[in-house]
C-alpha cells in the first residue's frame, strides 16, 4: 500500500468512527430525552358494540408453528385482533359465542424437541386466557375445521380431534382445566355431539356409517352404537365441514349431495332421503361443491349456502368457488347463483338481517354479502387478510 493509498484509507477509518459516535450520541441521546416514554403491552378486548364477530383460523403456511386465528368485526369490517392456536391448530367458540378454544402442538424448539398439545379456552370478549390443559401428544395435524374441535352443546366437555394415524377423540373438562380421557374412533373422523345428552357425540366412519359413543358424567364410556349405512365412500364422500341444524347435521358429498343426520340421539339415523343440489341442467357443466368450510346455514329461513365450481371431476373437492349457490331446503332448489370470488370457507350470522361471508383463496381477502338484498356485495376487506385461507366462522 502506497502513502497515499494509507493516508486515504485512514480518512475513511475516521469518518467512519465519526458516524458511529454521531449516531451513538444521537441514539443515546433519545434515550435520555425526558419526552420519551416506556412503551407498555396490553390485551385488546372486542368492543362491546360488536354484533357479529368474524373468525378466521389461519394456519400460516410460511411459518406453520405460529398458527393463529384473526378476528374481524362483521359489520365494520375492522381487524380487532388475534388469537395464537400453535402448528396446524383447531378452532371453534361456544354456543353462546362468550368462549372461545383452540388446540394446539407446540414444539421445544419450535420445529423439533419435546411435543406438547394442549387446549387453550380463551374468554371471547376480553380476549384472556382462562385455562390451558395439557393433552396427550395425538392432536391430529389437519386443518381447523370446526368439526375437530367442538365443545358439548351444554355442560364443561370439549372434544377434539386425534390421529396417530390412529383416530381417536381426546375430551377435557373446560371448566376444571383437566384431561378427561381419550375415547377410540378406529377408522372414523369428525365430532358432532348430541343435544340431548352432553357427553355424547357421533363420528362419521369410513364404511359409510356413524358411530355414536356415550359418556357418562365422569368420561366412562356407556355405550357405543353403530348407524346403518348412511353414504358410499368410495362412489361419494362426504365433506368433514357440515352445517349445524339443531339436532341433525346437514352433511355434503363430493357429487353435490345433501345428507341430513340426526346425532342426538343413541344411534345416528337419517332423517330424510338424501337429495342432490345439482339438477340435470347444471350436471351438464359437473358443477360440483368445493373448497373447505363448503357450506353454511341460516337456520331460521332454511337457506343453505355452498361454495360451487363448474367442470369438477374426481379430486377437484377442493377447487374453490366459482359461484357461491343459495339453496332453499325447503323447496330443494337453487334460489341464487353468485360469482364465487374463488371461495373456499363460508360462514352466516343466524337471526334477522343474515350476512354472508366468504374468504378467498385467491388473495386472503374477505368479502360480505347481505343475504335478503338477494346476496348483495356489501363490503369486504380486499388487502391480503390471510396468509393461507382455511376455514370461517362468525358468530
Request: hydrophobic share 40%.
Amino acid at each position: 500500500m502506497t502513502h497515499v493509498d494509507f493516508k486515504r484509507a485512514a480518512r475513511r477509518l475516521m469518518f467512519a468512527l465519526l458516524g458511529s459516535v454521531s449516531l451513538s450520541g444521537i441514539f443515546c441521546a433519545a434515550l435520555a430525552s425526558p419526552e420519551s416514554t416506556d412503551e407498555t403491552l396490553s390485551l385488546a378486548s372486542i368492543p362491546a358494540d360488536v354484533k357479529h364477530t368474524v373468525y378466521m383460523p389461519d394456519l400460516a403456511y410460511n411459518h406453520f408453528v405460529d398458527g393463529l386465528v384473526r378476528i374481524v368485526d362483521g359489520d365494520s369490517l375492522r381487524y380487532l385482533g388475534t388469537l395464537s392456536m400453535g402448528f396446524m391448530g383447531f378452532f371453534n367458540t361456544s354456543r353462546d359465542g362468550n368462549t372461545l378454544y383452540t388446540a394446539g402442538t407446540y414444539y421445544e424448539r419450535l420445529n423439533r424437541g419435546k411435543r406438547t398439545d394442549t387446549i387453550a379456552i380463551y374468554d371471547a370478549h376480553s380476549l384472556q386466557l382462562l385455562r390451558e390443559v395439557v393433552i396427550p401428544t395425538k392432536h391430529a395435524q389437519d386443518l381447523p375445521y370446526p368439526a375437530f374441535l367442538v365443545p358439548a352443546w351444554t355442560g364443561p366437555l370439549v372434544f377434539e380431534q386425534n390421529a396417530t394415524p390412529a383416530s381417536s377423540v381426546t375430551v377435557i373438562d373446560s371448566l376444571a382445566g383437566r384431561f378427561v380421557g381419550e375415547v377410540e374412533t378406529a377408522g372414523c373422523s369428525g365430532i358432532f355431539p348430541s343435544s340431548k345428552l352432553p357427553s355424547r357425540f357421533s363420528t362419521l366412519c369410513g364404511d359409510g356409517t356413524a358411530l355414536t359413543v356415550s359418556l357418562d358424567a365422569g368420561g366412562k364410556e356407556l355405550s357405543r352404537l353403530r348407524s346403518a349405512k348412511l353414504f358410499d365412500p368410495d362412489a361419494d364422500a362426504l365433506f368433514t365441514a357440515v352445517a349445524d341444524d339443531g339436532d341433525r347435521e346437514i352433511f355434503l358429498s363430493f357429487n353435490g349431495v345433501l345428507h341430513f343426520v340426526d346425532v342426538s340421539g343413541e344411534r345416528a339415523v337419517e332423517t330424510e332421503k338424501p337429495w342432490s343440489i345439482v339438477n340435470a341442467t347444471l350436471a351438464r357443466e359437473n358443477w360440483r361443491p368445493g373448497g373447505n368450510q363448503v357450506l353454511a346455514l341460516h337456520r331460521e329461513s332454511h337457506q343453505l349456502f355452498v361454495t360451487m365450481h363448474r367442470h369438477g371431476k374426481e379430486g377437484s373437492h377442493k377447487v374453490p368457488a366459482d359461484e357461491i349457490w343459495q339453496i332453499d331446503l325447503s323447496q330443494h332448489r337453487v334460489v341464487k347463483r353468485i360469482f364465487g370470488t374463488q371461495a373456499l370457507s363460508v360462514a352466516v350470522t343466524q337471526g334477522a338481517h343474515p350476512l354472508l361471508f366468504a374468504v378467498s383463496a385467491d388473495d386472503g381477502s374477505m368479502s360480505r354479502y347481505d343475504v335478503e338484498a338477494g346476496l348483495a356485495h356489501t363490503g369486504e376487506i380486499a388487502k391480503p387478510l390471510l396468509e393461507s385461507a382455511a376455514t370461517l366462522m362468525v358468530h
